[in-house]
T-cell receptor, first 117, second 114 residues
Framework: AQKITQTQPGMFVQEKEAVTLDCTYD???????LFWYKQPSSGEMIFLIY??????QNATEGRYSLNFQKARKSANLVISASQLGDSAMYFC??????????????FGTGTKLQVIP | DAGITQSPRHKVTETGTPVTLRCHQT?????MYWYRQDPGHGLRLIHY???????DKGEVSDGYSVSRSKTEDFLLTLESATSSQTSVYFC?????????????FGPGTRLTVL
């Protein structure tokens, strides 16, 4: 079974609108972390946001928020007020086990977001 | 930004030739990783290192070897490159200090095997 599933290969959003990128995960480890990375066309991997499995509140970083629904094993990324610079590939990833030390991280296949002016 | 560099950034080589990719960090992080990125697969772990001379295999290690003789350098070697190893290779680092949350990535190396 896939550990990280991103079901949306590509998405379009109008500039200034909000968009949700889906991510579901599968693990039996009670301690894990969930990440979102952005990869623009230039190719670098940019860390956006992190959610720990024991965190009580949804993570937020500026215009990015992570809609964490533990029982449903979903960790959707919400981008508010989309900007043209948000056009990129977005990867969801999961670390199994506690933070620190060696991090076994599994990545999803990515969602390509295109922001339309 | 974390100080991670990769060299070369681009390389074209022929099938059967050896290739070595270098990852250099200035953060003194303990853990280093090599991933490959291919369309439809996301990033997949090739090898990782948990200290000088300490390395282990990842998900897709066949055809690759690694070495780490210094904290700052992690080398990935393709002993005899094949066309299936055409990919973008990323190095990443992480450490124990503080609330370690994410891996920091290098800029990537685009390798083409003809």
């Amino acid at each position: 079974a896939q550990k990280i599933t991103q079901t949306q290969p590509g998405m379009f959003v109008q500039e200034k609108e909000a968009v949700t990128l889906d991510c579901t995960y599968d693990t039996s480890d009670p301690s894990y972390g969930l990440f979102w990375y952005k990869q623009p066309s230039s190719g670098e991997m940019i860390f956006l946001i992190y959610q720990g499995s024991y965190d009580q509140q949804n993570a937020t970083e500026g215009r990015y928020s992570l809609n964490f629904q533990k029982a449903r094993k979903s960790a959707n990324l919400v981008i508010s007020a989309s900007q043209l610079g948000d056009s990129a590939m977005y990867f969801c990833a999961m670390r199994e086990g506690a933070a620190g030390g060696y991090q076994k991280v599994t990545f999803g296949t990515g969602t390509k977001l295109q922001v339309i002016p | 930004d974390a100080g991670i560099t990769q060299s070369p950034r681009h390389k074209v080589t022929e099938t059967g030739t050896p290739v070595t990719l270098r990852c250099h960090q200035t953060e003194n992080h303990r853990y280093m990783y090599w991933y490959r990125q291919d369309p439809g697969h996301g990033l997949r772990l090739i090898h990782y290192s948990y200290g000088v001379k300490d390395t282990d295999k990842g998900e897709v290690s066949d055809g690759y070897s690694v070495s780490r003789s210094k904290t700052e350098d992690f080398l990935l070697t393709l002993e005899s490159a094949t066309s299936s190893q055409t990919s973008v290779y990323f190095c990443a680092i992480s450490d124990l200090q503080g609330r370690v949350r994410e891996q920091f990535f290098g800029p990537g190396t685009r390798l083409t095997v003809l």
